[in-house]
T-cell receptor, first 114, second 110 residues
Framework: AQSVTQPDIHITVSEGASLELRCNYSYGATPYLFWYVQSPGQGLQLLLKYFSGDTLVQGIKGFEAEFKRSQSSFNLRKPSVHWSDAAEYFCAVGVGEYGNKLVFGAGTILRVKS | SQTIHQWPATLVQPVGSPLSLECTVEGTSNPNLYWYRQAAGRGLQLLFYSVGIGQISSEVPQNLSASRPQDRQFILSSKKLLLSDSGFYLC?????????FGQGTRLTVV
């Protein structure tokens, strides 16, 4: 069965420091992979997505993610975190006939300290 | 551009009462529509999805049901709420491989 694992429930980083959020997936076919961000009490906003091609994907707000098939990973990175990045981040894999159903990880809550 | 509306934003309901959450999409036709639930401290779980009017697929057995009476309208319902139905409910519409989410409904069953 398809699954997504985000091993870190909480992460705290200092403002200006680099960030890496981990994501591992289990899916038999070529995955469609996504990172979403959720501010408290809000819906989800898409940060970036990977369908095919270049394994390093650029997203909004200065985020990027790298798809590594050999490790079944799709880690999210940002070189310098801003206080406004504090939120919950979800990794997801698209499954189904057209990859249009999302299976989400449990999320990682990012705290930014000044 | 496409927009998705979901209401109400918050809802407090007693155990055993009925539920109706509504979601509408503008700016697109024949979208795939989804209901997700986010329980406290957990990720999002797909509850229902629909590829067309009257076509509903349930992903997990539960106390809830969904209906799609119009192309761009998706309704989540329950006849009798349970405490375990509390959570954050998100409606989404999708094109081929990307989902766009509403602002969510925080449901508290008391």
């Amino acid at each position: 069965a398809q699954s997504v694992t985000q091993p870190d429930i909480h992460i705290t980083v200092s403002e200006g420091a680099s960030l890496e959020l981990r994501c591992n997936y289990s899916y038999g076919a070529t995955p469609y992979l996504f990172w979403y961000v959720q501010s408290p009490g809000q819906g989800l906003q898409l940060l970036l997505k990977y369908f095919s091609g270049d394994t390093l994907v650029q997203g909004i707000k200065g985020f990027e993610a790298e798809f590594k098939r050999s490790q079944s990973s799709f880690n999210l990175r940002k070189p310098s975190v801003h206080w406004s990045d504090a939120a919950e981040y979800f990794c997801a894999v698209g499954v189904g006939e057209y990859g249009n159903k999302l299976v989400f990880g449990a999320g990682t809550i990012l705290r930014v300290k000044s | 551009s496409q927009t998705i509306h979901q209401w109400p934003a918050t809802l407090v309901q007693p155990v055993g009462s009925p539920l109706s959450l509504e979601c509408t999409v503008e700016g697109t036709s024949n979208p795939n529509l989804y209901w997700y639930r986010q329980a406290a401290g957990r990720g999002l779980q797909l509850l229902f999805y629909s590829v067309g009017i009257g076509q509903i697929s349930s992903e997990v057995p539960q106390n809830l049901s969904a209906s799609r009476p119009q192309d761009r309208q998706f309704i989540l319902s329950s006849k009798k709420l349970l405490l375990s139905d509390s959570g954050f409910y998100l409606c989404a519409w999708g094109d081929r491989v990307e989902a766009f989410f509403g602002q969510g409904t925080r449901l508290t069953v008391v």
